[in-house]
């Protein structure tokens, strides 16, 4: 009995303890007194909850939600207790010129658990591996290449051109090809052969039941935008992001989705504008600069993409490959909307078109 009055004479101011110390720690600490608490709250409850994001996250809404977020309250919004975006070059240099390490949700990346250049977490471990092939990719190495000219010759002649025109005949006339699963294989072609030799790599352009085999393995996979582009965890003590003082730990992100519908910088974002970026188009050289400042399509800084020089250089040589043969045209754009994910494509997961040879004089 004597137990018993203790015991509850105890329990009461202890639990009146734990509650306020629980009101401490995630109600008036996040809502108050963290420094991110000077950060504008893209909705109200994400300075005691995360659930406004994640459920975003999981109804594929991340971006445009975000987006949205951004052009109501500026380019640095809070979007849950230990969690921040942010939507300008300025920011993103701060955060992305080197030494963060990347959210753990990068290791779904992982080969059999083994963690590569991409989805190695920590800076350290991370730029030894990536100084070992960066040099392969750099673009004076890649233009005087011999195995990659000699490469491109055999995949754009011998496979890409010859393909096309079989599309082209007159009985293909209104059906073309799906160019989104094509191009998928010229890509493939590209870097496998780099990476293993021609004799070593699949032709994904010519075995088509072999792509759809591996692109229907590929696209069941999970879009993985419920997790997001968690992008570098500021490892350090106190990081200055625009007029904020950033702690240690916090997640923050940026994406390209949102840098390239600024209209600021690109105005009409949303409209497919294919001149947008051509000097005939009364672009100057400053204008084409701060255009070029805001394209982050490979990223930036210690995490920029590798593969940046071989994929344009690639590009463009498909793309001259293509156009001094043929003109094409539109069969089937319908879902031609890109998905909003981590990547993005096509919600139809298709690009239907028809191409026509160019009569040669
Ligand atoms: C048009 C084609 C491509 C685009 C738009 C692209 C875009 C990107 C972006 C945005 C990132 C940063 C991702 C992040 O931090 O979450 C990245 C990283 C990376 N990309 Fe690409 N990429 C392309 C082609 C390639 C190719 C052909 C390769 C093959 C070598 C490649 C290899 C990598 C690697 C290894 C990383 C990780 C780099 C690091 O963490 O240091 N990419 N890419």
């Known amino acids: 009995m004597a137990f018993e009055v203790i015991y509850h004479g105890l329990a009461f101011p202890a639990f009146l303890l734990l509650a306020a110390l629980s009101l401490l720690r995630f109600v008036l600490y996040p809502v108050l007194f963290s420094p991110l608490a000077q950060v504008p709250k893209a909705h109200w409850s994400c300075g005691v909850s995360p659930i ?67 989805s190695s977490i920590y800076a350290k471990h991370h730029s030894i ?11 004076s190495y890649l233009h005087s290449s011999a195995p990659l000219a000699a490469q491109a010759d055999v995949i754009l002649n011998t496979r890409v051109l010859p393909t096309l025109e079989t599309t082209s005949h007159e009985g293909q006339a209104h059906q073309g090809i799906d160019v989104h699963s094509f191009f998928a294989a010229v890509a493939m072609d590209f870097i496998s052969a780099y990476s293993f030799g021609l004799q070593n790599s699949p032709s994904f352009i010519q075995q088509k039941a072999y792509r759809d085999h591996w692109l229907g393995l590929y696209r069941a996979r999970k879009g993985y935008s419920f997790f997001s582009q968690e992008l570098p965890l500021l490892s350090r003590l106190l990081t200055l992001i625009g007029p904020y003082e950033i702690p240690g730990g916090v997640r923050i992100s940026a994406s390209a989705y949102n840098l390239h519908r600024d209209e600021r910088h690109f105005p009409h974002a949303e409209i497919w504008d294919h001149t947008r970026w051509l000097h005939d188009n009364g672009m100057d050289d400053e204008r084409q600069k701060e255009m070029n400042r805001q394209f982050w399509g490979f990223s930036s800084g210690g995490r920029m993409c590798l593969g940046s020089n071989f994929a344009m250089h690639e590009m463009k040589l498909l793309v001259a490959a293509i156009y001094t043969n043929y003109t094409s045209h539109i069969v089937d754009d319908e879902g031609i909307e890109p998905t909003d994910g981590y990547t993005s494509h096509p919600t139809s997961g298709q690009l239907w078109l028809r191409f026509e040879r160019i009569m040669s004089l």
Do not use: C
């Open 129 to 139: 591996r990536k100084r070992m092939v960066s040099h392969v990719y750099s673009k």
């Open 52 to 118: 406004w994001i994640l459920w975003a996250r999981y109804t594929n809404k991340e971006n445009r939600t975000i987006g949205e977020a951004h052009r109501r309250y500026g380019p640095i919004v809070r979007l849950a207790p230990n969690e921040v975006s942010i939507n300008d070059m300025e920011s993103v240099k701060t955060v992305y010129q080197g030494g963060f390490d990347k959210h753990q949700w990068y290791s779904v990346f992982n080969n059999y658990g083994v963690p590569n250049v991409f």
